[in-house]
């Protein structure tokens, strides 16, 4: 028995506003579906973040029918939960992926927690933010007993956990259970695959550079998704690496040395397939930014997608040897100290939470985050509290969902 198990596909996702970009992505995820059907395997798993929002463009949705398609003519299901961008965290809300389940598409829910792929139990949760970490942990100690019946059985995650993901988690890592034989995570961005349990704990990372904070673990571990055999005693885990469309090239310039700087970098890319995006950090510059980025956009500009400067006047150190020499801390490590003295580690994680909702301007998720913690912690009963927030402009207003149809698709969900 064979399994493909990929995440974080991000089908959709228009980086720096390039529509480039955003096919990139379907390129990526289109190659990852060629892959999986030469490898013949028997079944995949997504393990959530499939989609960039959860309402994903006309596009986004086409790419993926179309990949889902080709795997069910192949004789190939799909396995799928919901990762944070998937979803809007508000109750009785539903992702895109419920969309396809006609098309044979095996969402993983909290209704529907787990299938058997002949004698595989296959069990998962979608994502839950860390204020509902309590309601989490209950129900994977729920997947646990179910799964002890079964020789062989596979969680399915999207969560950060301590011990990868650094300061912000949702779980730690004694909060797992430890009877799977193998855990598909998704959520963290970069490869990993340790030892858990009765077998192997594993992200297979994105399958694009989300974030340029990706770079150095892409250009170590490249970008792909994970074969999983399953025959043995424990699982064969071997890291399929799909090459991404463009490439991404940092490079530290002189501004003393600029056109030689530039002259090595045209010789560098002038015979790539595709533009790649410059990231360029200029040091000891000495006159107007502007005359020098006008310089490097001369010429640089039709061999790069997008050119990202950045200008260190002399005597300046960037910030980056700046936060290495004070070994300061980001916003989210100083809203924490704040609150330290509260000693309440829940209402530390809900600031964070809305820290990082408030700062992508998604006001509707930060509500509903707060009207779930409040019925968590402090209300009596199950009702929502309204908590009244002035109108805002946006670009788009998501259209509503009629009552019936809410009705209907939760009742499949």
Do not use: C
Not at 22 to 45: A, G, L, P, S, T
Not at 167 to 173: A, D, G, V
Not at 263 to 271: Q, S
């Amino acid at each position: 028995m064979k399994f493909a198990h990929l995440a974080d596909t991000h089908l959709g996702y228009r980086q720096f506003g390039l529509v480039e970009r955003e096919k990139d992505f379907y390129e990526v995820f289109e190659k990852v579906i060629d892959r999986i059907i030469e490898e013949k395997v028997d079944f995949v798993i997504h393990s959530g973040d499939l989609f960039e929002t959860a309402r994903p463009s006309p596009n986004a949705l086409l790419v993926f029918q179309k990949g889902l398609l080709r795997l069910k003519g192949a004789g190939i299901p799909m396995y799928a939960i919901a990762g944070n961008h998937d979803m809007v965290m508000r109750k009785g809300a539903i992702p895109p992926q419920v969309i396809f389940k006609k098309l044979g598409l095996k969402v993983i829910s909290p209704i529907n927690t787990n299938y058997t792929h002949g004698d595989i139990f296959i069990a998962g949760l979608p994502y839950f933010p860390s204020s509902q970490s309590k309601v989490l942990k209950s129900k994977l100690m729920e997947l646990s007993k179910k799964a002890a019946r079964y020789d062989k059985s596979i969680l399915v995650l999207h969560q950060g956990i301590d011990k990868y993901f650094g300061y912000q988690y949702e779980l730690e890592i004694g909060d797992i259970p430890d009877n799977f034989n193998y855990y598909a995570l998704g959520h963290i961005h970069k490869y990993v695959n340790d030892s858990f349990g009765e077998g192997r704990l594993v992200y297979p990372g994105s399958g694009e550079i989300w974030k340029t904070t990706e770079i150095p673990d892409y250009k170590e571990n490249g970008k792909g998704f994970v074969l999983v055999d399953f025959d043995g005693s424990k699982p064969l885990v071997k890291r399929v690496k799909i090459d991404i469309p463009r490439e991404f090239i940092r490079r530290s310039l002189d501004y003393n040395n600029l056109d030689s700087g530039i002259a090595g970098i045209k010789e560098l890319i002038k015979d790539f397939d595709k533009q790649p995006i410059l990231d360029l950090e200029i040091h000891n510059v000495e006159s107007d930014t502007n005359i020098v980025y006008e310089m490097i956009n001369d010429e640089l500009s039709d061999l790069a997608l997008m050119i990202r400067p950045k200008f260190i006047m002399a005597g300046e150190e960037s910030i980056d040897e700046i936060l290495k020499q004070n070994d300061s801390v980001g916003p989210k490590e100083l809203i924490v100290e704040q609150l330290e003295g509260y000693g309440n580690s829940d209402v530390n994680q809900l600031a964070v939470d809305l820290y990082d909702f408030l700062s992508k301007d998604k006001i509707e998720e930060s509500r509903d985050l707060i009207n779930q913690f409040y019925n968590d912690y402090y209300s009596s009963n199950n009702d929502d509290i309204e908590f009244k927030t002035e109108e805002i402009e946006r670009d788009e207003t998501p259209q509503e969902e009629s009552e019936d149809v809410q009705t209907t698709l939760n009742e499949g969900f």
